[in-house]
């Protein structure tokens, strides 16, 4: 059996170690989008935060890694926990989009939320 490579944990992929916030950033630059905020903390008393957030137009992304591999958001406790966070978001005036990684690859996402941007 091969090992694996040492920049590599066992069980992670190239797509698992990318960083899909980053990437979104910059084709949202690309696309003449302004800035989004990185690891905005939006709640007034929990610590949750935006992968990407947009705050003038209170637009922000969650990209959602591991989806295939029985990640966190794809889990019971985990799957509750991001609804009460999108829940409170929306209550505070805010848009969520939630992406995957293949969302950012294929340029869905960066349209969404130019889309929304143009509302």
């Known amino acids: 059996m091969k090992p694996w490579p040492r920049s590599r944990q066992r069980g992670q992929t190239r797509a698992s170690q990318t960083d899909w916030p980053s990437a979104l950033a910059f084709q949202c630059k690309a696309a003449g989008l302004p800035e989004p905020e990185r690891e905005l903390k939006f709640h007034p008393s929990r610590k949750w935060r935006f992968d990407l957030a947009f705050t003038d137009a209170k637009?922000?992304?969650?990209v959602d890694g591991g989806v295939f591999v029985q990640g966190r958001h794809t889990r019971g406790a985990g799957v509750e926990k991001d609804c009460e966070k999108f829940a409170e978001a929306t209550a505070l005036g805010w848009?969520?989009?939630r992406v995957t990684p293949r969302h950012v690859t294929s340029g869905q996402a960066v349209d969404w939320i130019e889309r929304c941007h143009d509302l």
């Not at 637009?59 to 969650?62: P, R, S, T």
Request: without cysteine.
């Open 59 to 62: 637009i922000a992304v969650e």
């Open 95 to 97: 848009r969520v989009h």
